[in-house]
T-cell receptor
Framework: AQTVTQSQPEMSVQEAETVTLSCTYDTSESDYYLFWYKQPPSRQMILVIR??????QNATENRFSVNFQKAAKSFSLKISDSQLGDAAMYFCAYRSRETSGSRLTFGEGTQLTVNP | DTGVSQNPRHKITKRGQNVTFRCDPI?????LYWYRQTLGQGPEFLTYFQNEAQLEKSRLLSDRFSAERPKGSFSTLEIQRTEQGDSAMYLC??????????????????FGSGTRLTVV
């Protein structure tokens, strides 16, 4: 079974600064997807960014980018130019491409605070 | 279509009572998922449907839990004889495996805002 670990329960950053959230995962599979989701107080999980394991290039979405290290099974999220609206709980998630169902396995989450 | 809709937003019930939640997915999506999220934790998979067929159930889904998706549209999740340990956020999500659809299954899903259950 796959596991996802987020070792930082809480992180804080100053507005306009850069912050990196860590995520590690464990799997015996070689083909999978990794995601970062944001969950603001409104509770709705919002997809921030995704990465296909077979792609070496790190995914980027505007101010959000990832550092995907497949051999190390590491998948960190970098938020540049942090904004007050980035404050939320962030979840790292794994999805297999090798098994059916496409269930997501989530980490425990990192609560991000953005200070003005 | 405004996304995935879940009702009610909040539910407070007495221990031992039955509760039912509803999820209306994005209409073009053929897959529907239920997750449970306890305070301070990430969501945990409960079950999923492809169209009307329930294809997978987690061991977390005890025999007090039942989910249905009649006609492959909306879904209901029922908890019988609720216990205090059932208190959690219940999240629904949908995705599509059909070509040409937005958010294909190789992406993440579209989540609803959840139903928060409190068992007193």
């Amino acid at each position: 079974a796959q596991t996802v670990t987020q070792s930082q329960p809480e992180m804080s950053v100053q507005e306009a600064e850069t912050v990196t959230l860590s995520c590690t995962y464990d799997t015996s599979e070689s083909d999978y997807y990794l995601f970062w989701y944001k969950q603001p107080p409104s509770r709705q999980m919002i997809l921030v960014i995704r990465q296909e394991a077979y792609k070496q290039q790190n995914a980027t979405e505007n101010r959000f980018s990832v550092n995907f290290q497949k051999a190390a099974k590491s998948f960190s999220l970098k938020i540049s130019d942090s904004q007050l609206g980035d404050a939320a709980m962030y979840f790292c998630a794994y999805r297999s491409r090798e098994t059916s169902g496409s269930r997501l396995t989530f980490g425990e989450g990192t609560q991000l605070t953005v200070n003005p | 279509d405004t996304g995935v809709s879940q009702n009610p937003r909040h539910k407070i019930t007495k221990r031992g009572q039955n509760v039912t939640f509803r999820c209306d997915p994005i209409s073009e999506h053929n897959r529907l998922y239920w997750y449970r999220q306890t305070l301070g934790q990430g969501p945990e998979f409960l079950t999923y449907f492809q169209n009307e067929a329930q294809l997978e159930k987690s061991r977390l889904l005890s025999d007090r839990f039942s989910a249905e998706r009649p006609k492959g549209s909306f879904s209901t999740l029922e908890i019988q004889r609720t216990e205090q340990g059932d208190s959690a956020m219940y999240l629904c999500a949908s995705s599509s495996t059909l070509p040409g659809q937005i958010f294909p299954a190789n992406y993440g899903y579209t989540f609803g805002s959840g139903t928060r259950l409190t068992v007193v």
